[in-house]
């Protein structure tokens, strides 16, 4: 496809017109950014930083009250938001190697992880309602994965009619 682009000089009166080619599908599909694995992996090492971090927190918690200087003493708290800062510095890294839309939602991950941890270092239970919640984030997740492997069908939002 042509487009048509003119080029004014200072006096706002035309000079040249310049043609522009636009790149056909098939050269979008070679042009197409994909999320790399090492940033998929990065994410569900934050995943597992994240929850333990939250195991942390809640052990860190039982001994928590209102004054500051215990709460800084208190290691487990600390640690937890060690964890949660580098956490947060490698989710930054990782999301340099791929799509938002992709990486991010792993994280969610992080809510089955917490769950399983809790129930194995905690003891605390897993019901049937949880165990649905759990399915349906993985569920969540591998839709959102493969919703990114197939965004190729739409490159351009004008051409699928959207602003």
């Known amino acids: 496809m042509k487009s048509k682009i003119k080029v004014y000089n200072d006096n706002h009166k035309a000079?040249?017109?310049?043609?522009?080619?636009?790149?056909?599908?098939?050269?979008?599909?070679s042009m197409q950014r994909?999320?790399?694995p090492?940033?998929?992996?990065?994410?569900?090492?934050c995943t597992i930083i994240m929850s333990f971090s939250q195991i942390l927190w809640k052990i860190g918690s039982a001994s928590l009250g209102l004054d500051i200087f215990k709460a800084l003493a208190d290691?487990?708290?600390v640690f937890g938001f060690l964890l949660y800062g580098l956490c947060a510095v490698l989710l930054i890294f990782a999301l340099r190697g791929g799509d938002l839309s992709t990486l991010y939602p792993v994280l969610a991950l992080s809510f089955v992880l917490t769950n399983l941890l809790a129930?194995?270092?905690?003891?605390?239970?897993?019901?049937?309602f949880k165990w649905?919640?759990?399915?349906?984030i993985v569920a969540g997740i591998?839709?959102?994965?493969?919703?990114?492997?197939?965004?190729?069908?739409?490159k351009n939002r004008g051409e699928a009619g959207l602003p």
């Open 15 to 29: 000079d040249s017109t310049v043609e522009i080619h636009k790149a056909s599908s098939a050269d979008d599909n």
């Open 34 to 36: 994909t999320t790399k």
């Open 38 to 45: 090492w940033a998929v992996m990065l994410v569900l090492f």
């Open 75 to 77: 290691l487990p708290l």
């Open 119 to 128: 129930w194995l270092i905690l003891g605390e239970d897993i019901n049937l």
């Open 132 to 136: 649905i919640g759990i399915f349906s």
């Open 142 to 154: 591998s839709f959102i994965g493969i919703g990114s492997r197939n965004s190729h069908h739409i």
